[in-house]
């Protein structure tokens, strides 16, 4: 567990540093993200970020953010997948970006719901304590749902068509509380890092804002990768422990 932990932060340096270009891209979206908040004075104190928090326009590029966060997932896991090829990885590769390009849809259609859609329990007619409890079991759900297709997710990232969402179900069966440690492994401390940066720019002297933001947006770029790499090492132990390869060719 503890060298899997270590992966993942090792294997996304290493990917940041082959693969600049590629790494950025979710900063840059952040960072724009952050040029939005400033110019709605976000960071002019917590006043200004309460009133600029609902701001449509920073919304909108809140969903841009949350789509850019999704690219690793094709590059990054296949850096992972083939041994740290930085050449391979970044490969427009058929089947492969095609059945990723179906993944990324509908993770993007969940992601928009999320931030723009109608709540499912209004949908669903629920009101006060019993959509509350709704909700969280849908949240609880969701995760579950996530963890057992993530061998799923990683496979056809690299073009494996013969892992669909039920064989993974089979091979993260068994795996599932492993998997959830390393999400939070690969996730927390940058995510807690991001909030910090982002508040501290919110209460510090204007001066510092802008440093600040920009240390963030790196930091949400190497979030990015760690969210990739923490699942697809994930999905690696446990394909490799039922004897299956998440890569094309025999499995």
Known sequence: MKTDIADIYRSA??????????FLIPALVEFAQHVVEWQGGMYDGIAGAKAAEADPLRLQ???????????????????????R?????????????????????????????????????????????????????????????????????VAWSAGNTRIGPIRSIGIMRGHFWRTITLMIAGVLPLMMAHYALSFGAIFAPALLDWPLLVIDALVVGMLALTIASSS??????????????LTPGPS
């Open 85 to 153: 090829d930085a050449a391979r990885a970044s490969r427009i590769e058929w089947p492969a970006i095609g059945l990723w390009l179906t993944l990324f849809a509908l993770h993007g259609l969940e992601q928009w719901w999320t931030l723009f859609g109608p709540a499912l329990t209004g949908l669903m007619g629920l009101a006060g304590t019993a959509a509350q409890w709704t909700g969280y079991t849908l949240i609880l759900l969701g995760v579950v749902i996530g963890v057992y297709f993530t061998a799923w997710n």
């Open 61 to 83: 590029f809140g969903f841009a953010k949350t789509l850019a966060l999704l690219l690793p997932s094709y590059w990054f896991s296949r850096y992972i997948l083939f041994g």
């Open 13 to 22: 340096w290493a990917f940041a540093l082959a693969c600049p270009i590629l």
């Open 232 to 245: 697809t090492i994930a999905a690696r132990h446990a394909a490799a422990t039922k004897g299956v390869s």
